[in-house]
């Protein structure tokens, strides 16, 4: 497959996994307002070695929440490597939807009594920069940079390429995986990997990732390690101190099996050929339910101390049972505040955005000719 033939059509296959995947990242943010003290306090602790199989099965949900991270990185990449234009509308666009959406929940939540400190206030106030979401600041630092990266990936021979994913695989999925405090690890670095890597299969080894059976050798390979690893984890943390304070250590965007599985999960949805608008639709607005459901103030003030009463009221139902009905009523309610918003609100804020641009671009021209000028 050369380069020039990446395939540019967006399938509803790809959206599909996407919305799957966007629940699960749903359910991950849930579980982790399993660890407060009211919960801990129930019996209900995913941070300690266990052998109960309920709570076994909530610390394999974590692995969830990243898999779903890593196919929102793989799927983005996969249609950013077919663009070396960066739309300023855009990012404009995106920055201001979080900057709305937070400062709407905010004022909400404060009028309703909600104890907002000022520290926090201020996180709401500048939520990209502050990573209150960090999936869209680094999502927009990859999108600003991928016509770089496309350019780099141009020039690159297939030998050099592939070097380039086997080091930083060797240094990030391996060496950093491990310890997860070497090489100046963080998120964005991991995206860029998924970044290069995802290049790497689309333009060379298309025959590998479109084969059915590859796809579900991989994915068991895959499900496979992840449980016997948890398994073995919680195995030796009930004898070991040095494994019972690392149960989710390695639940991490960067376990390599997590993008394994992340990546096998993709193909087979991409290489499902429908289109359905209503599933593309509902895909479109995957990033304004990730800012809504995991809204700053609301994970820090009100999830836990909601999802404990509701717990309680329900009679303390199989926790499990619980966190999938909680997360299914949060992933509703929040595509229909993102439905709303996007029908009322979001074309006002992009055609605010456009304005903003306008004067962006007259200040930045007018920047850009005094420094061409210098000698």
Same mark, same amino acid.
């Given at each position: 497959?050369?380069?020039?033939?990446?395939?540019?059509?967006?399938?509803?296959?790809?959206?599909?996994?996407?919305?799957?995947?966007?629940?699960?990242? +749903?359910?991950?943010?849930? #579980?982790?307002?399993?660890?407060?003290?009211?919960?801990?306090?129930?019996?209900?602790?995913?941070?300690?070695?266990?052998?109960?199989?309920? /709570?076994?099965?909530?610390?394999?949900?974590?692995?969830?929440?990243?898999?779903?991270?890593?196919?929102? /990185?793989?799927?983005?990449?996969?249609?950013?490597?077919?663009?070396?234009?960066?739309?300023?509308?855009? *990012?404009?666009?995106?920055?201001?939807?979080?900057?709305?959406?937070?400062?709407?929940?905010?004022?909400?939540?404060?009028?309703?009594? +909600?104890?907002?400190?000022?520290?926090?206030?201020?996180?709401?106030?500048?939520?990209?920069?502050?990573?209150?979401?960090?999936?869209? =600041?680094?999502?927009?630092?990859?999108?600003?940079?991928?016509?770089?990266?496309?350019?780099?990936?141009? &020039?690159?021979?297939?030998?050099?390429?592939?070097?380039?994913? #086997?080091?930083?695989?060797?240094?990030?999925?391996?060496?950093?995986?491990?310890?997860?405090?070497?090489?100046?690890?963080?998120?964005?670095?991991?995206?860029?990997?998924?970044?290069?890597?995802?290049?790497?299969?689309?333009?060379?080894?298309?025959?590998?990732?479109?084969?059915?059976?590859?796809?579900?050798?991989?994915?068991?390979?895959?499900?496979?390690?992840?449980? *016997?690893?948890? /398994?073995?984890?919680?195995?030796?943390?009930?004898?070991?101190?040095?494994?019972?304070?690392?149960?989710?250590?390695?639940?991490? /965007?960067?376990?390599?099996?997590?993008?394994? #599985?992340?990546?096998?999960?993709?193909?087979?949805?991409?290489?499902? &050929?429908?289109?359905?608008?209503?599933?593309?639709?509902?895909?479109?607005?995957?990033?304004?339910?990730?800012?809504?459901?995991?809204?700053?103030?609301?994970? +820090?003030?009100?999830?836990?101390?909601?999802?404990?009463?509701?717990?309680?009221?329900?009679?303390?139902?199989?926790?499990?049972?619980?966190?999938?009905?909680?997360?299914?009523?949060?992933?509703?309610?929040?595509?229909?505040?993102?439905?709303?918003?996007? &029908?009322?609100?979001?074309?006002?804020?992009?055609?605010?955005?456009?304005?903003?641009?306008?004067?962006?671009? &007259?200040?930045? =021209?007018?920047?850009?000719?005094?420094?061409?000028?210098?000698?």
């Amino acid at each position: 497959m050369s380069k020039s033939m990446l395939n540019k059509e967006r399938e509803s296959g790809i959206e599909l996994v996407k919305l799957f995947s966007m629940f699960g990242i +749903v359910m991950f943010h849930c #579980i982790m307002s399993l660890e407060c003290g009211p919960f801990i306090s129930q019996g209900i602790n995913t941070l300690n070695p266990t052998n109960n199989p309920t /709570l076994f099965i909530l610390q394999l949900i974590f692995y969830i929440g990243h898999i779903g991270n890593n196919i929102f /990185l793989i799927a983005s990449s996969w249609f950013l490597l077919n663009s070396n234009h960066i739309k300023s509308k855009k *990012v404009i666009n995106i920055i201001l939807d979080v900057f709305i959406l937070s400062i709407i929940l905010l004022s909400i939540f404060v009028n309703i009594g +909600v104890p907002v400190s000022i520290s926090h206030i201020i996180r709401s106030i500048f939520p990209t920069i502050f990573l209150n979401n960090w999936f869209i =600041t680094a999502y927009l630092l990859l999108y600003l940079l991928h016509p770089l990266f496309n350019i780099i990936i141009e &020039k690159l021979s297939q030998r050099q390429l592939l070097a380039y994913n #086997i080091i930083f695989f060797v240094l990030y999925n391996i060496v950093v995986f491990i310890n997860q405090g070497l090489l100046f690890a963080s998120q964005f670095i991991f995206s860029i990997g998924i970044y290069f890597f995802t290049a790497y299969l689309k333009i060379y080894m298309s025959k590998s990732i479109n084969s059915k059976k590859n796809n579900n050798l991989f994915l068991f390979i895959g499900i496979a390690y992840l449980i *016997v690893f948890q /398994l073995l984890i919680n195995g030796l943390g009930m004898h070991f101190r040095f494994f019972a304070n690392r149960i989710h250590y390695w639940t991490t /965007l960067n376990n390599p099996f997590v993008i394994i #599985i992340a990546f096998t999960l993709f193909n087979k949805f991409r290489n499902l &050929k429908t289109k359905n608008k209503a599933i593309n639709y509902f895909s479109s607005l995957s990033l304004l339910v990730y800012i809504i459901h995991e809204n700053f103030v609301f994970k +820090v003030y009100i999830r836990h101390i909601l999802m404990y009463n509701l717990w309680i009221k329900t009679g303390k139902i199989n926790i499990v049972l619980f966190i999938v009905a909680f997360s299914s009523v949060l992933f509703i309610f929040s595509t229909f505040i993102a439905i709303v918003y996007n &029908k009322v609100l979001q074309p006002i804020i992009h055609k605010f955005a456009e304005i903003c641009l306008n004067i962006i671009f &007259k200040i930045y =021209t007018k920047i850009e000719n005094k420094i061409l000028k210098i000698n």
